[in-house]
């Protein structure tokens, strides 16, 4: 593209039209990479190109076999009624490159490598202990990931990019030694870009991509388990925020007068529902079975409901995700904490937000490195436009 | 641009040639319309072109009496250390399009007149009742605008469009009867697009734009005034939310028992910080003379701090800025505020947020108003990339 803007565009027209095409067969790219299989009306909506243009773009990029067309179930009217109706789907030709997502979760480290066009081709999980080094965790998921590169005989010659996600905040202004050492082990052992981030923001990404959340403009995920995290999605994107801590919703204070909390606050949200603090007051609170574990979770309902009423009343999300081992609980957490959310929230805000349970399961995490990797490459062709 | 799309793009390429540069072209003129006068430097990092192309681009746009250019300060140091180096600046051609702010606010209505090239040629208020119909306050707004350009000599040949603040919320998803007047009778009048938005989120913008935070990625702005407002800015854009109510931080609950509030919320801050509430309790507060009134905005700024804290918590921006008529009493409401937002935020968002008064006065809305008829240009530019 330089050497074609390096010259007067006045005088040449090959250097312009073949960087023109190249924008608009980049459009096409970008929007299959970040949204998995198109119809051709769906690739026609995200690219914003004239069906003229669109149908000379993807012919080429057939041809070049960057492209594959099959009938597939129309992506729009997948899970809703049903099936949907057979139409002819475009992807990413499925050999055009691998992604790699890993999480380092507390308990638990997930393996799942997917291709460009969003088929996820081989996942595994091994438990591990609270007290495993990083440095452990790592060997860990680089043995896993081995074991499932073997047994399904796939090649990562293609691989385009490695997603990692890991326990606690990732700073984007100052060095985070677990976040440093992570990267750098990894992108020793493959040679390909890493991107680190926490494993609760990378769930909500996922969400937004895959889940409950797939295909809005806003979500905010809160994440109930042993931990209490959250993540912003805005545009399909992961918000960062200044110091790459938005969406800390564990961290919001539910009590001024509360304990301090290792975030630096007060009081803070994770205090309260964590599954570590709930279960050392009630065992087998997740069955949800006696008068004692149900006014546990009716007041943890009532809490959680309050935090999300102030982070809505910021944001005004089109959808609030809610994820973790607490939501198996149901109706004893979800009627209070509805009940707060309306009780505590603008009109304007509580009419347009929906409150759904996460969709996908303990690979979120990993499926969210995934998607990171797939959607960054979107973000650097954008910055270029 | 359809035209040159329709056919088949390999064939010809003045069209894709022309619409190559049309493309640069707009990439400039909206980095001009939305930031306003800016160097050669800081355009090229703004519309990331070549510095080859841009001096192409620069060139026609300059012939073609669209751009102007002329010895200036840097606008990169202008405020720091004094006076900027005298650089030379480009801008629209001022005499390239108006563009017209209304504030219709409670007890004061503003209009602005701003070229395309940022400069605020003409500016004027009247005073009104609270009870003034919404009808009234349309007729004495085109009064004054009637006035002034009478006075100032203003053609509104060249309007490109209306921007509208009015009191209270503009719902996104549902028709607000106040703003569809306000459309309506203000687009009658100038047959231009007329956009109508809540006065305290134009006022968030204007300070994105000319104001204290100015140029930064997330801003979040609250408005301390006889109403409690606030506004999200991201990206240099008002970020709605799904139901046009983000950044209502006024209406997050301080008290959980507290009192409901016509937002359908209850123990809203607002009810406890609005000066409406403070002077009933202290009528001369904003003096801040005795311990009766310092002890109010202790209280005032400790809440205002906690409230803080939530949102920061939740999109981690890197500015808050502070707004309306109690900041002027200065610490006596930024020590305890800041406190309280150090005492209940993640160290993470601590760290990296800048609180900061507002720079602007009371004709922040106008001109914000002024800043969503430049920024919706590239919007629709954006939009079709």
Redesign the interface.
Known sequence: M?RS??????RE??G??R???ET?EERVLSALRTRGPLTRAQLAEQT???R??LS??VQTLLSKQALTERRGEDPAHAGLRGRGRPVSVLTLNPAGGLALGIDLGQRRIQVTISNVAHEFVAAGAVACAERTSWARRVQLALDLVDDLTTSHGISLTALAGVGVGIVG?V?T??RSERAELVRETVSARFGVPVQVDNNTRLAALAEAVWGAAAGV??A?YLRLSYGVGGG?V?GGRL???????????G???VD?DGPSCP?????CLERYVSLTTLQAQCNDILEARDQKARDLLTDAGRRVG??L???C??????VVVIGGELTETGDHLFKPLQAALR???????????RVTRAALGPDAAARGGIALVLTTALDQEA???
Chains 1, 2 share one sequence.
């Open positions: 330089r803007q390096s010259g007067p565009v006045g027209s090959s312009p039209l960087q023109l095409r608009h914003n190109l004239s003229a243009t000379s773009i905040p700073a202004d100052a403009g806003s905010l912003l805005l918000f960062a925020g200044a110091g790459g801590a938005a969406g800390e919703l961290h919001i204070t001024r975030c630096g606050g007060r009081g309050e935090v009423a102030a982070a009343n910021t944001v005004n999300p089109e009780r505590h929230t603008h009109t304007q805000v509580h009419r347009t937000v910055s270029r436009l």
